[in-house]
């Protein structure tokens, strides 16, 4: 086996997120790099530093940056007696880490990470560095296949966006997204001794207010709230700013030209936030352990993937509430076989009304809702956790090197 240093850069992307977290701790921007590093970590958001964690299994030195944390990477670069400018902090700061570290793979966790042009020079200012690895998890914001040609490999996360970057002539590898399993012991209602609260039906995530590839998300949830008792954490694009249709992948355009009662069926492009609309049924997004912890003490939880993935399915929400033990309540796709079995490990619906007739079925019936949650939470945690992934990973690049 070869063994390798591995670097991921990530985003936390959700500036108020940020900016709360720093308000409610006033005393983490005065800690260390390391200490204010690990202090996210441990709030859990999205895969925190689970990949670093999997590969040091795999007998790897793994690392992980934050590329825009501004608090956290000005720390390290006064730390370590680094001069930057205020205009682009940002990539200056991530680059002297990559120089610093000196990775064999540098591993982006999305395509924002660092400007193409810089990207495609990292290997000529970084000779050490043998492959740059990118995992794509989300359809959209690829303008151009060009902006990956530094590429080695991607990690497309559905079938869809694995066959769009097969096609485009990218060496490509289908890894789905995965749950983070160390948040597990933080999230069992035991700390302070407080006790979870609980919930019939939830959803927590984007409302596809202002996403363009969630507007059939955004008009399933307006049927939810007039039918249902479902509780939201939303997150409304702050910008109000509409995805149109020129902004959706290729594959989609064609798609929604080519099935016009498809296109129909998902509805008018959102113009008013949801938490506009029902103010009093719309909480504010929540991330990290907040996230987790409502997932927990939902009886059920709704998942609905983005429309850009066409028939398949595949979003990270499945994994992560299942992997908690909560009963999910999911559109079905082509490959949802390849992941979980439908009304075993999970529950499927086709549309709005077979939501509703299901949810109530769920809710009427806690056994069989608690032995779906129960074999759900046993399929992710045997086959999607992170440390699974990071094996299928590790065997990708192991090949490569």
């Known amino acids: 086996m070869v063994n390798y240093r591995i670097v991921r850069i990530a985003g936390f992307h959700f500036r108020q997120l940020v900016k709360d977290l720093y308000m409610q701790n006033p005393d983490l921007g005065d800690l260390s790099y390391n200490d204010q590093q690990e202090i996210l970590f441990e709030n859990g958001y999205v895969y925190s530093d689970s990949l670093s964690k999997g590969m ?12 825009d944390m501004e608090m956290l990477q000005k720390r390290w670069a006064d730390e370590n007696g680094f001069q930057y400018s205020s205009e682009n902090w940002k990539h200056e700061i991530l680059l002297k880490q990559i120089e610093t570290l000196k990775p064999d793979i540098l591993y982006f966790q999305d395509i924002h990470s660092m ?69 597990l012991e933080k999230v069992n209602g035991k700390e302070d001794g407080k006790k979870l609260p609980e919930y019939d039906f939830t959803f927590t995530g984007s409302s596809g207010h202002g996403y363009g590839g969630h507007r059939g998300r955004f008009w399933m949830l ?19 700013k509409i995805d149109g249709i020129d902004k959706l992948p290729e594959v989609v355009r064609e798609a929604l030209e080519k099935d016009k009662a498809w296109a129909a069926s998902l509805g008018e492009f959102p113009m008013k936030a949801l938490k506009e609309m029902y103010p009093m049924r719309c909480r504010p997004a929540v991330f ?5 912890r409502i997932l927990c003490g939902s009886k059920v939880t709704l998942n609905k993937d983005p429309d850009a993935l066409l028939d398949c399915v595949g979003n990270i929400r499945i994994f992560e509430a299942t992997g908690v033990g909560t009963c999910v309540l999911t559109n079905s796709g082509s490959n949802m076989a390849d992941i979980f079995d439908e009304d075993y490990e999970l529950v499927t619906y086709a549309n709005v009304d077979e939501c509703i007739e299901k949810l109530n079925y769920l809710l009427d019936n806690d056994e069989a809702r608690k032995r779906i949650a129960k074999a759900g939470q046993i399929r992710t945690l045997r086959d999607h956790t992170m440390f699974n992934r990071c094996q299928e990973i590790n065997d990708i690049f192991q090949k490569m090197l």
């Not at 040091?56 to 590329?67: C, K, S, V, W």
């Not at 307006?222 to 939201?232: A, G, N, Q, R, S």
């Open 115 to 183: 400007p193409h042009s810089t990207r495609r020079e990292l290997k000529k200012n970084c000779s050490g560095i043998k492959l740059i690895a990118l995992f794509k998890g989300f359809p959209g914001s690829v303008k151009s296949f060009d902006e990956l040609d530094d590429v080695d490999v991607v990690f497309a996360g559905t079938p869809t966006l694995a066959r769009q970057f097969k096609d485009a002539g990218l060496n490509t590898h289908l890894i789905y997204h995965c749950f983070n399993s160390s948040v």
């Open 56 to 67: 040091r299994m795999l007998g790897h030195d793994a690392h992980e940056l934050i590329f």
């Open 288 to 292: 990290g352990l907040d996230m987790y």
């Open 222 to 240: 307006v049927e939810l709230i007039k039918k249902t008792d479902i509780k939201l954490w939303v997150d409304d694009r702050e910008d109000g």
